[in-house]
């Protein structure tokens, strides 16, 4: 199963960065090369422990429907996000996060594994992990450009 990790340090209090990293309505922005929409359970605002959120966007040219739930959620520290549908045979998403010499230490450990056995595997090897590993650097650097800048402030302020 491929495993994808990914840190990211940020010029930011922490529960602004885990906050914004589990905001609907920002992970919309940082996902506009996929025109990526929450198109059931969660639908806008900060998703939480035990909610769902199914996103519908467009991946290698096909529009395609994920399911996560929310399964682990230690505020400002740690959420966990598990496909419960969708092209993967499986999906695991830890946001870690940690409160280090005035910044914030964002790590991502993404893992999953491609469904059709060996051929997903070497799909897995040759292309997704590749293809997942700079989809995630890009949503690393919006949510860094933005939790330091005041742009943050729509996302999380009433």
Known sequence: MPMIELQTTINAPIERCFDL????????????KTQERAVGGRM???????????????HF?????LTVKVTAFDRPR?????MTKGAFASMRHDHHFEARDGAT????????????????????RIFLKGYMHRFLVERAGILRATAESDEWRPFLEA
Do not use: C, N, Y
């Open 105 to 124: 230490i964002m790590l991502d450990k993404f893992l999953f594994q491609s469904p059709m056995g060996l051929l997903g595997a070497a799909a897995d």
């Open 21 to 32: 990293a589990r905001s609907i309505d920002f992970h919309v922005v940082t996902t506009g």
């Open 61 to 65: 040219g096909v529009w395609q429907e």
């Open 44 to 58: 806008s605002g900060l998703i939480g422990l035990d909610e769902t959120v199914t996103w519908r966007a467009r």
């Open 78 to 82: 740690h959420f966990q996000d598990v």
